[in-house]
């Protein structure tokens, strides 16, 4: 059986849970961070008034009164602190280690009520060398991290601890202290290493590579992006991002899907009042804005102003409606595409839009009214253009409308064509909104060229459990 203390790929720690999508050490940020595979919660353990260990970073609440001075049951109802009892049974329900930094509370403490609930993966940290030596001294079996503030000698600081954990994220480039010397000296005292919260996309590949025990991130689907099997190279798209994690067609979920390791972000175009493209799906306001009325009779300035993230999680509140733009630029920043559904929209502004990013081969169209598809295509060649399958009787009459790049299919429509439609130079592209794990797996076995999912955490599980490794490499 393989020691979990020795893994093939570092560790993605959740920094405080999934901090960047959910408000920091909440029960909601470590049930987000378990969908985006996080390995392990980083959590920080204090002890409230009435000697109950609880979960929070700061030493002060929002309202500026000590933790240690307020009870278990008055920090849950300020600002949702979760016990530290709570968190341990939420990580046996989803499967995930903790990683400990204890801030004020009893090493031995932290580690009996471990051991207590049964926990395997877990490590016990802290900034305090004391602590350290504390859980030495008691004979506790969970390894030991020592964190290394800045200035500090790592191994100097460490010594005595399992494992160096860096706590870099403030220096310019961290990255280069890292060096072959560094991790030979670690291997030498017999130490693995802990690398600071990272959140540069850039520099995560190269750390991810590293031979080290784990990588701490506020986006822990980072550290280990879904990457396509070699098996089935797939390309995937994310239904209106990720739309679980953060409030449907918005940068923080185009943010999101594209840090899970997802191909293409789908999302709907509106035009507004004064022909701005805006990114929202539905005609009315209400559903996902604090604004009414609908879409094509307000100016940009006035949409830009509606909050598009409040009625999802107050985590998300004062994100705004994006544009086009702004979402291209974000496939663009993260070297992905986007998958343009025109809802309602001039198809030759969409188009132009997308050729003043330069992204025409990062992108493909879609919209209810064909035309509009047929005059993308007439105006840029280049364009790609989507049909639905269900659209068309038969396939030739599909392909003597335009050139369609994708043909998708649904998981209602008859899929016995699909080689045919291959043969004609399109790519199959299989889209299900739904939650059922069989449909999941009749995708999977159908092998499209490309799905668009909703539920993208369920589809990876999905892959996971036909035995694809879909870790980025």
Known sequence: MTDWRDPPRPYAIAHRGASAWAQENTLRAFAVAADLGADFWEIDIR???DRVMVVYHDPLTPSGRPVADLTAAQLAAECSVPTLDAVIALAKARGTGIYADIKAADPVAVAHALNLAGIEMAILGAFDPAAVAALKAAGVGYPTAALVPLGADPFVHAAGADIIHLCWERMQRPQDMLTPEFLERARATRQRIVLWHEEDPQRMKAL????????CSNMP??????????AWP??????????SVAPENTLPAATCAFAVGFDWVELDVRSSADAALVVIHDASLARTTDGTGLV???AMADLRALDAGRWFDPHFAATHLPTLGEM????RRWDRGIYIEIKQADPLAVLAEVQAAGMVDRCFFWGWDYRGLVAIKTADPLARVMTRRKDFDRLDACFAAFEPAIIEYDSTDDWS????ARHYGAAIMICYMGRDPAIIDRVIAARPDIVNIDDMFLFRRRMQAADFDTHGR
Not at 222 to 230: D, G, H, T
Request: zero cysteines.
């Open 328 to 331: 291209l630029a974000e496939a």
């Open 296 to 298: 094509k009779d307000m």
């Open 234 to 243: 797939v390309k995937t798209v994310a239904h209106r991002g990720a739309n």
């Open 47 to 49: 002890t409230a008034a």
């Open 221 to 230: 689907e980072l550290v280990q992006p879904f990457r396509a099997p070699r």
């Open 417 to 420: 064509d699909m080689d045919t």
């Open 208 to 215: 991810r590579d590293l031979p080290i025990l784990g990588i």
